[in-house]
């Protein structure tokens, strides 16, 4: 057939029926090269999501009774509550060693989704300060829960009013001031104190500390003007001040916070450059795959969600400064950081 209607014959054309046998080879081959086309760009099927086939064990570094050990208990309450969780929540208290005796339990389980414990930052300073070996790196980050900010306080009557009533005296002396230091020299209290003394131009090395065993001892000396200056956190000064034991002179938030605190000047209203969070987080053994990380990923995302969880953050005026286990890491390492230099600063670095 020729003219406009006539259709070209292709070589390459595959016919069903008949044809020569070099296009049936062609057809052959085309049909082939379809099929591998086809194949490879079919996704492979999704990797089963992860679920706990046992009992989890949340790891804790006290004994029990202490705050670490409430903290736990909290999670294990509100987890089982909604059913978070779908197979039992056990308490393993491993106090000792800071959380050495907790961490190296943990160590014994390696990529096992089945362990995880809630951590402070005594697990970076005690690798800073060269007491331990192991660090947050060396461990699945699979939460940053929430922080503390932290405060100074005097007794009621003294005559250290804010920031630069404490800088103008300790510029003349450093040792002009005694300061109550909670639990060690190098934790959180000593290093806020560091952080705040370093901002105001002071040598924190020539600081006059004092170390107590509990924070109430340290209140309890403020009261009774045997140190000038305690270091507390949020919560435990706001208690101390509602009680007319302590007045708070200034808090480590970024800005003001609301509710009880509202009223508390920060640290940067005071002309000091020092913004401080006590963090709380959760961590996995090392080697965690990514599937039981991102199942806890959702477990600690619905946590922060429920009103229990929402009202102990109030009532313990925590910071409610939740990041999951992509964006953990990152702030992680920039608290090292900041951790690192404050007790460098005060001398606790071994070189």
């Avoid at 029990?64 to 509100?78: E, K, V």
């Avoid at 990514?290 to 922060?304: H, K, M, N, Q, S």
Wanted: proline share 5%; with cysteine; charged share 20%.
């Amino acid at each position: 057939m020729t003219g406009p209607l006539a259709q070209p014959r292709s070589d390459n054309a595959c016919m069903p029926h008949g044809g020569m046998r070099p296009a049936a080879a062609r057809c052959s081959a085309a049909w082939m090269a379809a099929l591998m086309l086809a194949t490879a760009s079919t996704p492979a099927p999704a990797q089963q999501a992860w679920r706990p086939e046992r009992p989890v064990e949340n790891v804790v570094a006290s004994a029990a009774g202490g705050a670490g050990d409430a903290n736990a208990r909290l999670f294990q309450t509100i987890v089982q509550k909604y059913r978070l969780v779908d197979v039992p929540i056990i308490i393993a208290n491993k106090a000792g060693g800071g959380q050495a005796v907790a961490l190296n339990y943990l160590d014994q389980h390696v990529g096992d989704g089945h362990y995880v414990m809630n951590s402070t930052m005594g697990l970076m300073t005690a690798h800073i300060m060269g007491r331990s070996k192991v660090t947050y790196t060396d461990y699945t980050t699979l939460a940053i829960l929430y922080g503390e900010y932290m405060t100074l306080a005097v007794k009621p009557d003294s005559p250290l009013k804010n920031a630069r009533d404490v800088m103008e005296r300790l510029r003349r002396d450093p040792q002009s001031l005694s300061f109550a230091i909670g639990l060690a020299i190098g934790g959180t209290n000593h290093i806020s104190v560091g952080l705040i003394t370093k901002a105001m131009g002071v040598d924190v090395r020539k600081l006059k500390t004092v170390v107590f065993q509990t924070n109430a001892q340290g209140i309890t000396a403020i009261m009774g003007g045997h140190v000038d200056v305690a270091s507390l956190s949020l919560a435990i000064a706001l208690r101390a001040a509602k009680q007319g034991q302590v007045r708070i002179i200034g808090i480590s938030s970024e800005r003001r916070t609301e509710g009880a605190a509202a009223d508390i000047p920060t640290w940067r209203e005071q002309g000091l450059d020092v913004v401080f969070s006590n963090m709380r987080f959760a961590i996995g053994p090392k080697g965690l795959g990514a599937a039981p990380t991102a199942y806890w990923d959702g477990v600690f995302e619905r946590l922060i969600q429920t009103e229990e969880w929402k009202n102990e953050v109030r009532l313990n005026d925590w910071v409610p400064d939740y990041s999951g286990s992509k964006q953990a890491p990152a702030r992680m390492a920039k608290l090292n950081g900041q951790l690192k230099a404050a007790l460098a600063d005060a001398g606790l670095v071994q070189e």
